[in-house]
């Protein structure tokens, strides 16, 4: 992996390994970051820096892994609050309240795969090892937002429902969002049987464009098909960022549940508007 494109720069801050868009560097009241596999405390094949599977892990070592993570965002981690990603499409609203869920105290939550605010020092991080990460930033209402979007939630059209909340419920004008997808599977390496393929079909004839057959399987580029949906949604195509990674190519550096069959750690995908 180069350290640094025009879709991302890799960060290396000792022995922890992050990335970031330059086109979310530049703004100064916001920090983010997409972690790799590099940079924290864990063992085994979940080594090092996991956030999460606890049937693999030490609470402690995860919780030490979210404190360093938060070393890198500038704040602590009862700051944080963390989905509780079931593959769903359901984004929650979160405040000052809600610090700390899901990383220093019990969710109180499930079924929740988004995460949307404008609260100040409150970090929002979401999970993954191959499904896309997908970051959300209005820099004029000052708003972010953070999704996790496999194949189910791409297909449910959880990025979509995050424009709808931004704009409802912030008053976002979705001609302003930046929205990027970070590392995740690539067309050739999301291959799926025919049913997947006729669930994106049946969803909206226009994905036939992002969808190959090879032999008896199918290969779907779903980070075209959240690009696809988010300009019909109005974001402008300049707005939106890919970093370009895929985490089964790539699986040195990222946890892929597909490139180490399910034998794998957690990464994360973080934001968080500085005070
Ligand atoms: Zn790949």
Redesign the pocket.
């Known amino acids: 992996m180069k350290q640094k494109t025009e879709n991302y720069q890799l960060h290396i801050d000792g022995d922890r390994q992050y990335l970031t868009f330059p086109g979310l560097d530049e703004f100064r009241e916001l920090r983010h970051a997409f972690t790799t596999r590099h940079g924290g405390v864990s063992s085994g094949f979940v080594s090092t820096w996991n956030f999460g599977e606890p049937e693999f892990d030490s609470e402690e070592n995860i919780l030490r892994n979210f404190e360093i993570l938060a070393e890198v965002m500038g704040t602590t981690a009862d700051k944080m609050v963390l989905t509780y990603q079931t593959h769903t499409v359901n984004i929650m609203k979160v405040t000052k309240d809600d610090a700390g869920r899901g990383v220093t105290r019990p969710w109180g939550y499930t079924d929740v795969d988004g995460l949307v605010t404008d609260e100040k020092d409150l970090t929002i991080v979401t999970t993954h090892a191959d499904c896309n990460s997908v970051f959300f930033y209005d820099p004029i209402k000052k708003v972010i937002g953070l999704a996790h979007s496999g194949w189910k939630g791409t297909l449910g059209g959880i990025s979509r429902e995050m424009v709808d909340i931004m704009t409802r419920e912030y008053g976002c004008d979705p001609k302003d969002i930046i929205a990027g997808t970070g590392p995740a599977?690539?067309k050739?390496?999301f291959e799926v049987d025919a049913d997947v393929e006729e669930a994106f079909m049946a969803a909206d004839p226009e994905y036939s464009q992002f969808i190959e057959t090879r032999g008896v399987k199918y290969h779907i580029d779903l980070k075209a098909i959240i690009r696809h949906d988010l300009m019909k949604k109005g974001l402008k195509e300049e707005n939106l960022m890919d970093m370009e990674l895929?985490t089964?190519?790539e699986k040195d550096n990222f946890f892929s549940h597909r490139g180490h069959k399910g034998k794998r750690g957690l990464m994360v995908a973080a934001m968080r508007l500085v005070e």
Request: neutral net charge; proline residues 0%; contains cysteine.
């Open positions: 599977l690539c050739d390496c895929c089964k190519c």
